[in-house]
């Protein structure tokens, strides 16, 4: 499993910014989907989930102002994450999870929201 991460970048506070996540698999759509983020010196933590079925789940910090979504034929799944605020800064991983092939991890994607 592959997982590659675009979208990062620098962002004023209020703004905008949208993550997406390429998969290679080829199972694709009977994969949890997720991101979470970490801060160096800080546990990484869950932002958004979304199950195969497109149910989803947000970390109280960002319930509100994120969503997730995926598109199952394009094998990518999207943070939109508005109202950005400068503790949203970290490192954004791409996260895929299945019961049959256990756990996946993106490069990563830097995202930086200035005051």
């Known amino acids: 499993v592959q997982l590659q991460a675009s979208g990062g970048g620098l962002a004023q506070a209020g703004g905008s910014l949208r993550l997406s996540c390429a998969a290679s698999?080829?199972?694709?759509?009977?994969?949890?989907m997720g991101w979470f983020r970490q801060v160096p010196g800080k546990q990484r933590e869950m932002v958004a989930i979304?199950?195969?079925?497109?149910?989803?789940n947000y970390g109280d910090s960002v319930e509100g102002r994120f969503t997730i979504s995926r598109v199952d034929a394009n094998n990518t799944v999207y943070l939109l994450m508005n109202n950005l605020e400068p503790e949203d800064t970290a490192i954004y991983y791409c996260?895929?999870?299945?019961?049959?092939?256990?756990?996946?991890w993106g490069q990563g994607t830097q995202v930086t929201v200035s005051s």
């Open positions: 996260h895929a999870r299945s019961t049959r092939y256990g756990i996946s």
């Open positions: 698999i080829s199972t694709f759509n009977t994969y949890l």
């Open positions: 979304i199950s195969n079925l497109g149910s989803t």
